[in-house]
């Protein structure tokens, strides 16, 4: 599968990607190359590193690639009417996640507990756990994820 990605004979799903970079024990942006040195860093829209999961639709934008040297992840997600995002890989013990929902609902799974969020509603979250996330409305749910693997274990 690997190979296949790298010679661009495949296109991941968001989760592949969360499984690969957990397994090399990386963060997603740092797989795919975010990374950067300049101590201001503009970022518009237009240039965002976005992955497209091609079975859901489900976008995922890279917001802030200066925090990812720290261990932080700002991320803009999209979810379309009625998909989700599909089981996301348990992190490493230590790591958290933050999501506050900016427009939509959003029903976020984790580890069998289910929490419904609207329009300013946020959620934190140890992300050692497996999590997924749906949109049961009728317009696009976008939120904003916030992943913190600076305490995180090494190992």
Known sequence: MLSDIERGLKNPTIKVVSQIAEGLGCTVSQLIGEQTTDPVVLVRKAERQRLVDPETEVERSLLAPSLVRRGLELVWYQVPPGRSTGVFPAH????????????????????????????????????????????????????????????????
Request: aromatic content about 6%.
């Open 92 to 155: 490493r013990p230590g790591v958290v996640e933050h999501i506050t929902v900016l427009q939509g609902q959003l029903h976020c799974s984790l580890a069998g507990r289910t929490e419904v969020l609207e329009v300013g509603d946020s959620i934190f979250f140890p992300a050692n756990i497996a999590h997924s996330f749906h949109n049961p409305g009728s317009e696009p749910c976008h939120y904003l994820l916030l992943i913190d693997s600076s305490q995180a274990s090494s190992g």
